[in-house]
């Protein structure tokens, strides 16, 4: 037997659910969950408020949504993650180039997870557990494999450096533009400058250092000794 439809339901253009969400995440990353409300919302998607509740039946909900398709747009970048995860040079610059295209596709994201994490930290410790904890502890494993290898510094402390690497981004992608403009030029192409530099010190931290080359005895004449 179909399926009854809603009675009363409003008219809307395909996608307007989805638009919900976009516009929800943007403005709870910009003021907050508590100071965003749902005719500001609405009023930006160009909807009316029925229309909303239609989809989403509380301000609660719409939170909960937004928050689970941030983590779901995650879950679908997390094989490659993971295949970028054996530690090594080109493999660490895999990595964060996954882990960039996640932020550069909604920089949002990682201003509403800042504010999650200060505004309702248990809730989102949670969260973080159930949906970034098994690829962080694969990863940790990953460079506990690579100390014992010799491969990766062995005063390393795994965890500790995969969460300040982890905390470095978000923050970045979250304030980052805001204290570049401390520079004169700074703000000029701040996130890829700034998360350049962030693989850098990375895989400074994470690798150990060559031995330097041995240099060319024959290079010793051209020196200019100081006079004894």
């Known amino acids: 037997m179909p399926r009854a439809k809603r009675k009363n339901a409003p008219k809307e ?84 180039g996954e882990v960039r295209e996640y932020f550069n596709e909604d920089p949002n994201r990682a201003r509403l997870l800042l504010r999650e994490a200060v505004n309702r930290p248990d809730a989102i410790r949670s969260r973080l557990a159930d949906d970034f904890g098994p690829w962080m502890s694969l990863l940790s494993k990953a460079i506990a494999d690579g100390q014992r290898a010799g491969s990766v510094r062995a005063d390393l402390d795994p965890q500790a450096w995969l969460v300040q690497i982890l905390i470095m981004v978000i923050s970045t992608y979250a304030t980052g533009s805001v204290w570049a403009t401390t520079f004169p030029d700074g703000a000029e192409g701040s996130f890829d400058r700034q998360i350049s530099e962030i693989v850098r010190m990375a895989k400074t931290s994470l690798f150990p250092d060559r031995p330097k080359a041995p240099r060319n005895p024959g290079s010793a004449g051209q020196e200019n000794p100081k006079n004894g």
Request: without cysteine; hydrophobic residues 50%; positive net charge.
């Open 13 to 96: 253009e395909p996608g307007i659910k989805a638009q919900i969400v976009k516009v929800a995440t943007r403005l709870f990353a910009l003021h907050g969950y508590s100071a965003t409300s749902l005719q500001a919302i609405v009023d930006e998607v160009g909807i009316r408020k029925p229309s909303l509740l239609y989809h989403f039946s509380s301000k609660e909900v719409l939170r909960e949504a937004v928050i689970q398709e941030m983590l779901a747009q995650w879950h679908a970048r997390l094989p490659r993650i993971m295949k970028a995860a054996a530690v090594g040079g080109d493999s660490i610059d895999a990595l964060f």
